[in-house]
């Protein structure tokens, strides 16, 4: 036991002396010295509660707790004994000292998106308060806390504790260094503990769970609208191709029916076609379509993608006299015949930059279609009465192959392309809807819709093709 009485401080002066001697002597402490790698403090910012030392002992005993903690002195040479006794005299000091603390409010964000969660640290003891979204290299320096380096004094040697025992040993003010240790992990576990029951108190997982019901109705709703976007145009167009007549346009319609045969009831200036009342009454129930009414339907619906090219497929439609020309009945296929008809300057595109090209054929006295599919790359055959015309298509292969490499001067590959002679279609019950038939396979197939029609609406079609005519405009 030392027999030094209790002071009120010691002299730094004197200590001063002392250690700097017991650093920079060798001879002053007789035994082997080994002297590992001095470990720099890591940096750190005061985050939480601090402990302000008084400043003589403050800078005496940081000095004494920097050079004990980086060696190991054994044997029983003048440190070691000067320290055995003014131990106990150390530790009174350390106990005895007035121990103010900042007892300062932290708050922390327990989520950057959950501004409206906070967590008000009361905790005024010694541990550190951290940051509940500390990074990790943040956590690495756990400076804030303070580190028990306990001195003890065993078989005449000065060794560093890890803590352990405190309760027995002084106590030097000094920040964590191993952020490796037990102690530092054990500190970090803590902490997170703390934090958990926290949030828990402030209902942040209610606010977490909360936001992801938010977020997933937003997604349920971006792709019901999304689904939505892509159906209404569908039915739009679908609505339209069955658009009824107002009560004004049947009765132009009848009325345009009664007129004369030599009267002129509209005419086409880019087609030069000239509608009279002879040629109109096609239309009417009954009767065989002709070559005008078609052709100029023809027109109308070219004219109509041109308005709206968003909604209709890029298409060519040709005339009805096209395929007699290419394969006539004495000379057979012939190129050269329609060459020019689908000149650049003529048309103002390439026929192979279309999705559909649409040829009318008329058989002695029946109407059928033949069509170009370049979209899906194949060839196809509607008959109302669903009939079979191999020759039609091979001739339109070849046709095609001619008109890009003469247009494109490119060797196309069309055999692969399928033939395809249509069944699932609408088949005309009687002897004269055909043409009117054929006129609806285009007009659906140019809307990008399935043939969705049936034969007991073709009266209602043959008014509508005759009102649209008048009109000049098809819809």
């Known amino acids: 036991m030392s027999n030094h009485k209790r002071s009120g401080g010691l002299n730094p002066c004197e200590n001063f002396s002392f250690f700097s001697l017991l650093r920079s002597s060798r001879v002053m402490a007789p035994g082997n010295y080994r002297y590992p790698e001095v470990k720099s403090p890591l940096r750190r910012q005061v985050h939480g509660p601090s402990r302000i030392l008084k400043s003589g002992l403050s800078s005496m005993t940081r000095g004494v707790g920097r050079d004990l903690s980086t060696r190991q002195v054994s044997g029983n040479g003048f440190g070691a004994s000067f320290l055995t006794r003014n131990y106990d005299l150390f530790k009174r000091n350390a106990i005895d000292l007035p121990l103010p603390y900042r007892t300062d409010r932290e708050v922390t964000d327990a989520d950057d998106e959950c501004k409206d969660v906070e967590m008000i640290s009361t905790d005024t003891s010694m541990e550190s308060v951290e940051n509940v979204a500390m990074e990790v290299e943040e956590k690495a320096e756990m400076g804030n806390r303070l580190f028990s380096e306990v001195v003890n004094l065993k078989n005449g040697s ?160 040709f005339n009805t006299f096209f395929f007699t020309k290419l394969v006539n009945s004495r000379t057979g296929y012939n190129y050269g015949a329609v060459r020019r008809w689908t000149s650049v300057k003529r048309l103002g595109y390439y026929l192979k930059d279309c999705d559909k090209i649409f040829i009318p054929i008329h058989k002695n006295i029946h109407w059928t279609l033949a069509v170009i599919n370049i979209k899906d790359r194949k060839l196809q055959y509607l008959d109302s009465f669903k009939g079979r015309e191999p020759k039609i298509l091979d001739a339109l292969a070849r046709y095609f192959v001619d008109e890009v490499n003469d247009k494109s001067k490119v060797d196309l590959d069309v055999s692969g392309w399928r033939q395809e002679f249509v069944q699932d279609l609408p088949m005309q019950r009687n002897g004269y809807d055909c043409g009117i038939f054929m006129l609806k396979y285009i007009d659906f197939y140019s809307r990008g819709l399935d043939l969705c029609f049936t034969q007991e609406q073709m009266p209602y079609f043959r008014d509508r093709t005759a009102k649209e005519i008048l009109q000049l405009k098809a819809e």
């Open 158 to 317: 000065l060794m560093v504790d890890d803590g352990s025992q405190a309760n027995s040993s002084f106590v030097l003010n000094h920040p964590v260094t191993d952020v490796t240790s037990y102690e530092a992990y054990t500190k970090v576990v803590k902490s997170a503990e703390n934090r958990t029951s926290k949030l828990k108190d402030k209902g942040f997982g209610d606010v977490v769970k909360e936001r992801g019901r938010a977020l997933l109705r937003s997604l349920f709703s971006f792709s019901f609208s999304f689904w939505k976007q892509n159906e209404e145009p569908v039915e739009d167009v679908r609505r339209e191709a069955f658009l009824p007549l107002s009560r004004e346009e049947e009765t132009m319609v009848k009325r345009a029916f009664s007129a004369s045969d030599p009267t002129i009831l509209v005419a086409h200036e880019n087609s030069n076609i000239d509608i009279t009342g002879k040629i109109l009454r096609c239309l009417k129930p009954g009767e065989w379509l002709n070559d005008e009414v078609i052709n100029l339907y023809m027109v109308l619906l070219k004219e109509r993608e041109a308005r709206e090219p968003k909604k209709f497929l890029k298409c060519h439609f």
